[in-house]
């Protein structure tokens, strides 16, 4: 049968271990309705990939011979799975990007990967609402989210932080009051910012010119600089701004993606937003004497390595059932969104590293 046959490809891309660790995690606990973590990964794939809800989940699942059982056992199954499908992600993860231990130089912080998503709901329900939700960087853990209408928009403010977190966000995430906030409760942050989104002072009374300062970078060569912030009113702050000059191809692809967004929005690019889409930039609170400029970039890069898979994870939250009343199933849910995203990422990786037969198989030492 020609799902069979797709079931047992996709099966090839789980990391090893996967069936016994649902026994040692707790999500299978007894084999009663659902026999096998298989079978048990299988109808959770339907609801977290399928977007199902939970009483078509078991529809569908009855129908294919898996397992009859009810939408509440469903639900239990799902919340009981949480630390299960979380190891499967961080095997993913390794597998794919060789993210693997935190390294000694990181070792004073707790990395973590702040992002939003809108999630629309399908069928009757039909709302909207936006995921705001926190990863461990090193083992892909989410240790905090937050369900809100559209109204509030992404800010580090939506986080607990506590002294040794270490947050990093993309754009949206590099305003005044979100990095007032981080630091104020002991954490520190790293975040990219958009041209004119902070006023950025060499002094008191001199901007700091970005093109001007950017442009004595070479390739490879890495700028560091002290600058200011207005932090509140007439209240200057210190920040570091590290940055990158992007590759001739990486600056081509940058610039044009951002004056296709523009024609969409039936807006202009103005010439110094578009050279400075030739470099790569962030901000950051950690200072010099602990974490070098090259170790801020690695860091960042770090996170980019599982962007592709946090885009997919984002697209794939826009659809589904998510458990708001429940923290626990809620959590797990994210951890199964992962998982879908991973495996989708997985899947695409393997296609470009083409092999004969088409899938990978076992390392053999």
Same mark, same amino acid.
């Given at each position: 049968m020609k799902i069979d046959e797709n079931w047992k490809f996709l099966l090839q891309f789980l990391p090893q271990g996967w069936e016994q660790k649902a026994k040692e995690l707790g999500a299978v606990t007894r084999q009663r309705k659902i026999m096998s973590a298989e079978i048990l990964l299988r109808i959770l794939l339907i609801h977290l990939a399928d977007s199902c809800s939970m009483r078509e989940t078991v529809v569908r699942a009855k129908e294919a011979k898996?397992?009859?059982?009810?939408?509440?056992?469903?639900?239990?199954?799902?919340?009981?799975?949480?630390?299960?499908?979380?190891?499967?992600?961080?095997?993913?993860?390794?597998?794919?990007h060789g993210i693997d231990k935190k390294p000694d130089?990181?070792?004073?912080?707790?990395?973590?990967? *702040?992002?939003?998503?809108?999630?629309?709901?399908?069928?009757?329900?039909?709302?909207?609402?936006?995921?705001?939700?926190?990863i461990e960087l090193f083992g892909l853990s989410c240790d905090h989210f937050q369900i809100t209408d559209q109204k509030v928009g992404e800010?580090?403010?939506?986080?607990?932080?506590? !002294?040794?977190?270490?947050l990093i966000g993309d754009r949206g995430y590099g305003s005044i009051a979100g990095i007032n906030y981080v630091t104020e409760n002991n954490g520190d942050? @790293?975040?990219?910012?958009?041209? !004119?989104?902070?006023?950025?002072?060499?002094?008191?009374?001199?901007?700091?010119?970005?093109?001007?300062?950017?442009?004595k970078l070479d390739y490879g060569e890495i700028g560091d600089f002290d600058v200011l912030?207005?932090?509140?009113?007439n209240q200057l702050k210190t920040l570091r701004l590290c940055a990158i000059k992007k590759s001739p191809e990486a600056a081509e692809r940058s610039k044009k993606t951002a004056?296709?967004?523009?024609? !969409?929005?039936?807006?202009?690019?103005?010439?110094?937003?578009?050279e400075l889409h030739g470099y790569m930039f962030v901000i950051t609170s950690v200072k010099r004497n602990v974490l070098s400029a090259i170790e801020i970039l690695s860091l960042?890069?770090?996170?980019?390595? *599982?962007? @592709?898979?946090?885009?997919?994870? !984002?697209?794939? @939250?826009? @659809?589904?059932?998510?458990?708001k009343t429940d923290p626990e199933s809620s959590k797990a849910w994210l951890h199964g969104k992962m998982v879908v995203a991973l495996l989708t990422n997985a899947i695409v990786e393997r296609g470009r590293s083409f092999s004969p037969w088409g899938y990978p198989l076992q390392p053999i030492f």
């Open positions: 898996l397992a009859d059982i009810s939408d509440v056992a469903l639900f239990k199954r799902l919340k009981a799975s949480a630390e299960w499908l979380r190891w499967i992600s961080v095997n993913l993860v390794e597998n794919l130089w990181l070792k004073e912080f707790n990395v973590r990967i *702040v992002d939003a998503s809108i999630i629309t709901e399908p069928g009757s329900t039909g709302s909207d609402w936006r995921l705001h939700y926190s800010t580090f403010r939506n986080f607990p932080i506590k !002294k040794g977190d270490l942050f @790293l975040v990219r910012i958009k041209n !004119k989104a902070l006023k950025i002072m060499t002094n008191e009374n001199e901007e700091f010119c970005l093109l001007e300062n950017f442009r912030y207005n932090s509140s009113k004056i296709q967004e523009m024609k !969409k929005k039936k807006r202009t690019l103005n010439e110094e937003t578009i960042y890069r770090m996170r980019w390595q *599982v962007e @592709l898979a946090f885009k997919r994870l !984002k697209s794939i @939250l826009g @659809l589904g059932h998510l458990p």
